[in-house]
Each structure stands twice: as structure tokens, then as C-alpha cells.
């Protein structure tokens, strides 16, 4: 099977870059666009804060490389956005390195393609969360520590435990948790018990608890000094319990008070999108490994690996025992199971092994693969027209697609058409879906209006918003206020409202021009009342900008 070559990675890396030219989407990305944006201007780097409000819910890393990005390239999208998109390059590296260790450079690679072309990285690396710098630092210190079981060489088992430590301050104990449930299944099943106790460990956990500091030492101050604080309605709320215990641990003992009653199959009920295409090979490989593994009675044989097996069902048992879950969670274990699933494809069409398979997926996955180049053209050419020059780059793709599906003779061609087929999507999706569906975002079009036509942000207030509007702040470069009462506009000269706030002040007497009107609607929950033109005015709200005439 020919090896995926290195110039597809470099065009995926330019395919991601083009995110950075989407707005940040509400809520969550652009809340914490605030939040760096805050961060920066503050200069204080050991204490986060959310819209001048205490902030105790994510580890500060995120924060810190988003800040120090937008500190050298300004406040904006490129600047917010680079850090997560040159980790999510630097995850596809790591799977590359970790899949070849386990088995070869050309696994290696085809596992780096798997996790490269999957929905769930393309919208990594748009919809920034903190999963994207958190699953790149997991996967680094799985190969990192797996280098250091191949060769001894303590450098390795050392970078291993960094990367830990970066991924305790990108999202809390989970970034241990996932790389001891990889070795210590796979030395269990190999019956390497002295694996599991070595001395240098000690060395290791020593770096993890050194490179904390900072971030204890920012938590103690902000929360644990001060009880008198009130977070979340409680006061004596200790930081350093939250990251370290409640925010993993809690939701599985049910001490955290997050419930959203998501079941042990919402994670993968959510990974049938966010794996695309790959999800039917991934479950079809990962049970395969189950049962291979039970017919040897849980014992592996030379050259098997359950690093990347156990990694994932541990951490998907681990994840979906949460009483609060959100798609992305799985998302830390994605580099396992593409290297799962590339090693089932390279099987597949390399060693001609699994033949019954083989056939099954030669008409399935060119299926999938063409719905989904079809999907694209409908999205383009009805819901949301584009102009001639995408539908001439969407025939172009067709027929770059059209070019591997007839060439004779290619290995694994199931592979290529499927890796094929996400990558023109998505060139789709970037440049022009999501600039478009992001036009209907009240928050980032009303702060960048303010922006542009130099609106004093002081002079601006949000009155009966039915609207989260997280990125007004970050795009206005200022925490834009918000209030439900008549009075609190005094002293202000804009204000920001809907249809219902336009009648309040007309029936209170208060006068006001109209500066700006334009619709709303919740992009990133998608109705087929919104994609369908033709009812698309009835499922968005207006929102206007006003300017008050005392």
C-alpha cells in the first residue's frame, strides 16, 4: 500500500489555517476568546477572570498561549485561533510517532491522515475548545513514554511527564488519567508487571508537581485565600479541590453539581458525526480487537498492542460515567483510534487479511465518501448559495475524487476516496458555510460593527438580549453590560435589544433612532427550519442597535 504522502498534511495544515478567518462562535470559543483577550490586557497571567467575574471552570492554558498569541499577532481571530490550530498539527505529528513506534511508518502516517481528515479536527481547529491542546499534549505523552519503553532512554519518560503536566493545566487530571489507562492495560496484558513500578516514575511525578506550581500558586490566591468568596453560590470554595478533584472526579462521584444526564452511549452517539468517515471502521476494528483479545484469553502475543485499545475504552468508560458530558470530550482519545483504525485499513488492503471486510468497505466507504460530496453541493448550490468560483472548486474536487476512484490498481482505495472526500468538504465548510451561518451571530457582527465604525464601547449597554452575545466583548474589545430595567439606560447612548425591547421603550417614552437592524439565530444549533431558505426568516429574530435621544 503506497505510503500517504507528506504534501496532503501541508495542504491540510493550510486547509485549517483558513479557520482563522470564521469568527469565534458562541458560547463557549468565544468566551474564551474573552477571556485571553482579558487576560492580556490585564498582564495578569496567574488569575482568570470571565467578563471581570471570578472564573473557576478551565485550567489556564488555553488562556495563557491564546493571550501570548494575540500579544504578538493582535486581538483577533488569527491571534486567538493559531495556538489551537499549531497543536492540532502537532497532534497529527504525535499519532505519526506514536503510530510508527507501535508498528510502522506507513501505519504511522495513514493513522496521522485518519485523525487529520475526521469532522471532529476540522472543527477542532474552528470551534476552538480546549480539547484540541488538551488531546495534543495526551497523544504527545503516550508516545513520549512509549519511546521511553522502546529504548530506555530517560529523556523520553521525562518529556512524557511534561506533557502530563501541560495537559493538567490544559483541562485537569484527565490528561493523567488517559496515558495510565494505555500503559497499564497493555503491560497487564502482557503480564510486564515490573513496567508498572519503576523508580523513575518518581522523577516524573516530581516534574509534573513542579511544572503546577504556577497554576496552584494562581488558584490558592484567587480562591483558596479568599473564602469569603462567593463562586457558583457558594462560599469556602477551594481552586486548587476544583481542578484537582471536582471537575473530574466529582462528576463521576456526583459531588459536582454539573448533571446533563448524558447516558454511557452519548459519547459514541456523537462520535457517528465527529468521526466521520472513519466511525463504522473504527467500531468495526475496535471490537474486532475485543474479541481477538478474549479468543487469546487476555493475553497479547508478540507484536500486539493495547496502548491504543485500552486507551480508548478506559478513557471512553472513564468520560461517559460523567453525569455532565459534551461531544467533544471523547475527543481526547481520538489519536488511538485512528491509529485503531488505520491499522485495521492497512490490514485490510496491505496484507489482504480480513477479506470479508475488505469487500464490505470497498462499496461502503466510496458510498459515504459521495454523499458527502453531494451533501456539499446541495449546502452550496440551495441553502446557502455560493458564487461560481466555489462551484468551480467543487467540480475541481469531484474530479480530483472521480481520478482516484478510477485509477486501477490502487491499494486501500476505500482509504484515499475517503480522506479525499472530507478534505473538499471541509474546504467548503471553512471558506464558506461557517463565514456565512456566523453573519447571523448577534454578538461578533454588533462588537465588530462597534469596532468599525468607532462606537464608544463605554457608552454601550445590552437591554433584554435573548442572546448569549459571548463575543460582543471580544470583538468590541470591551465587556459590554447588559441589563433588564429602563433605568440602567441612563447614561448610556447605545443600546443593543430586540423586538421586545423596541416596545419597552417606546411604552416608557424614551426616544431612539435606529443605527442598526439585523437578524439573529443560534448557529451552532443548526434547525431545518433555518437551513431551508425558504422558512429561514421565520426561524431567525431581529436585533437592533439604537442610539437614545435625551
Known sequence: MPKVPFWIF?????????????????????????????????GDYLH?????????DKPPMLFWVSALSMKVFGVNNFGFKLPSILFALWALFATYKLGKRLYDDTVGRMAALVLATCQGMFLMTNDIRCDTILMSWVVTAVWLIQEWVASRRLLYLLGGFAAVAFGMMTKGPIAMMVPVFCFATDWALKREWKNLFKPQYILGL??????????????????????????????????LRFFYWSQSFGRITGESPWKNGAGIDFLLLNMLWSFLPWIV??????????????????????????????????????????????????FIAFPFAAIITAKFIYDMAAKDLFPGY????????????????????????WF???????????VAGLIAWLYIAY????????????AAAMIVANIFLNNHLYPTLLQYQAGSMSGRYMTEYKIPVQQVIRYKMDDPMNSVHFYAGA??????????????????????????????????????????????????EFINTRTRAQATRNYYLLRLRY
Open 10 to 42: 501541508i495542504l491540510i495544515g493550510i486547509l485549517y489555517f483558513t479557520a482563522a478567518r470564521v469568527d469565534t462562535m458562541d458560547i463557549d470559543a468565544s468566551q474564551y476568546a474573552e477571556i485571553s483577550r482579558a487576560m492580556l490586557q490585564r
Open 48 to 56: 482568570v477572570y470571565d467578563r471581570g467575574f471570578d472564573y473557576l
Open 206 to 239: 516530581v516534574i509534573v508537581a513542579v511544572l503546577l506550581i504556577p497554576m496552584s500558586i494562581g488558584l490558592y490566591q484567587q480562591f483558596d485565600a479568599h473564602p469569603e468568596k462567593v463562586v457558583n453560590g457558594n462560599t469556602n470554595v477551594s481552586g
Open 281 to 330: 471502521l473504527f467500531v468495526v476494528a475496535l471490537l474486532h480487537n475485543v474479541v481477538q483479545l478474549v479468543r487469546q484469553r487476555f493475553r497479547l502475543v508478540q507484536g500486539q498492542e493495547w496502548v491504543t485499545t485500552g486507551g480508548f475504552l478506559l478513557s471512553y468508560l472513564a468520560l461517559g460515567s460523567s453525569a455532565y458530558q459534551l461531544p467533544h470530550y471523547i
Open 358 to 381: 475488505a469487500r464490505f468497505f470497498t462499496l461502503f466507504q466510496p458510498f459515504i465518501a459521495l454523499i458527502l460530496l453531494i451533501a456539499v453541493f446541495v449546502l452550496i448550490s
Open 384 to 394: 446557502f448559495p455560493a458564487g461560481v468560483l466555489y462551484m468551480c472548486v467543487w
Open 407 to 418: 485509477r486501477k490498481n490502487l491499494r486501500g482505495k476505500f482509504f484515499w476516496l475517503s
Open 479 to 528: 465587556v459590554i453590560p447588559s441589563t433588564d430595567t429602563i433605568p440602567d439606560l441612563r447614561g448610556k447612548q447605545y443600546v443593543l435589544t430586540m423586538d421586545k425591547g423596541i416596545g419597552d421603550l417606546a411604552a416608557a417614552g424614551v426616544p431612539f433612532d435606529t443605527v442598526r437592524k439585523s437578524k439573529l439565530f443560534k448557529v451552532s444549533e443548526l434547525t431545518p
